[in-house]
């Protein structure tokens, strides 16, 4: 029988409306982001730019992807997500409509310099909405749910953009239609978000429910200063620096290489993107899915989750025979598989946020996380852009094998830093 409250009425589940919110934002997120590196190959020559400045336009959306957390995770808990996302959507929405406006890499880069800024907001927010409306036993599959926009928002990407083109011609309109879905999420979220506490939308059984097995504090305040002297705070940072710059490759690059590789055109993306990303979106369900059916069954969140990041690490391994393969589906797969797993690992590493802290502080460990990652990803950057411009594409070989032994190396200092994977321990002074 289903819980019910004092009333007698059936538990809510408003918390997955809330999760399907929080899934359209990210989606938003990764349009925006992918919406330059499908057109990048396409207007290449309009642009003018060489491969390192291309490198360079990406290290601009990293750098304040890098330096946003380290104040948004900050405004985020002092604001609260319904207002502190608000704000950070409505910044990222008007960045993303200026590319509309650049000529150059130069102006390419400061649209992405706001880009970068507003977004950054995105995932601290999300992961403390979470678990604030999750119970810690259903967070890794709402994590995964939520975290599956990334890959959708890459799907209709190259669906939109080819429409786009079809009806309007030019590629400005793009991010025309990037302004639209991002004000009709501003409207939703405004209407339906509050509290749990707040919500007229739940009842006093799912409230209940999302508290049940919560240990949380509910008033800490422990600035970013302190956050770093914590080990737990660390295996975030290090989960998300050891496999971000990855995805960030794929994202970025992806399009180029299947360009410079096999000559994809425009209207040939589609359907490798959309297979692509559709087994990540799997992925990082799944991977949420299992780690929280081990919680279940009574394991351990350390076995839980190490386990799930262990299988998800070696699932990435063959990805680094993608360059030397001429066949163009073989290599598709092989990506496919390692953005699915990548996926699983990194709703594993948000969770484990909630695992190690209380909610009140999850959104700033993950902004701190988030530029711990970004100031990698930006190294990367630099240092694809320039292997690129000096070797073509041959040049694709490092990163492919980097990005097939990140996981198993962050999943080795995880574990050196933290072998039991205990919650920290702080008082509310």
């Given amino acids: 029988m289903r819980p019910k409250n004092q009333s007698g009425s059936k538990r809510t589940k408003f918390r997955w409306v809330i999760a399907a919110l929080l899934f359209y934002s990210t989606t938003i997120v990764y349009f925006d982001r992918v919406i330059l590196g499908i057109l990048a190959p396409f207007i290449t020559e309009e642009v003018g730019w060489s491969e390192q400045e291309y490198g360079y336009v990406v290290f601009a959306f990293q750098l304040t992807y890098a330096i946003g957390p380290l104040f948004i995770g900050y405004v985020i808990d002092r604001l609260g997500t319904r207002w502190g996302l608000s704000l950070a959507v ?84 793009v991010f025309i239609l990037s302004l639209i879905l991002s004000a009709t999420w501003l409207i939703l979220w405004l209407i339906l978000y509050k509290s749990p506490e707040e919500s007229r939308f739940v009842n006093s059984a799912e409230r209940q429910y999302i508290v049940s097995d919560s240990g949380d504090l509910e008033n800490i305040k422990v600035p970013w200063k302190k956050l770093v002297k914590y080990r737990q705070t660390w295996v975030v940072a290090l989960g998300k620096m050891f496999a971000d710059p990855v995805w960030y490759f794929y994202l970025f690059w992806g399009a180029k290489f299947l360009n410079a590789r096999y000559g994809v055109e425009l209207k040939g993306l589609a359907l490798p993107l959309i297979i692509i990303y559709v087994i990540a979106w799997g992925g990082g369900i799944t991977g949420g899915a299992v780690s929280s059916f081990l919680l279940k069954k009574g394991k351990s969140t350390n076995f839980s989750r190490k386990t799930t990041l262990l299988g998800t690490a070696l699932l990435v391994l063959p990805v680094m025979f993608v360059p030397f393969i001429d066949s163009l589906p073989v290599s598709i797969g092989l990506i496919a598989l390692a953005a699915a797993a990548h996926n699983s690992w990194s709703a594993n590493i948000f969770t484990v946020a909630s695992d190690l802290f209380p909610k009140k502080i999850v959104g700033s460990v993950i902004g701190f996380s988030t530029t711990v990652s970004s100031i990698a990803g930006m190294g990367t950057a630099l240092l694809i852009g320039w292997v690129l411009n000096e070797s073509g594409v041959d040049g694709y070989v490092f990163p492919f094998v980097i990005a097939a032994f990140g996981y198993l190396t962050g999943l080795l200092v995880i574990h050196l830093i933290s072998p039991g994977m205990k919650p920290v321990s702080i008082e509310n002074k």
């Fill in 90 to 173: 409505v910044i990222w929405s008007l960045a993303s409509l200026s590319h509309a406006a650049a000529r150059s890499w130069l102006g390419f880069a400061i649209a992405r310099l706001g880009l970068g800024i507003g977004q950054s907001a995105n995932f601290p927010a999300s992961i403390k909405t979470i678990a604030e409306w999750f119970p810690q036993k259903e967070r890794a599959y709402a994590t995964g749910v939520f975290n599956g926009g990334s890959n959708i928002g890459q799907v209709i990407a190259p669906l939109l953009i080819s429409a786009v083109l079809y009806f309007f011609v030019s590629w400005q309109y």
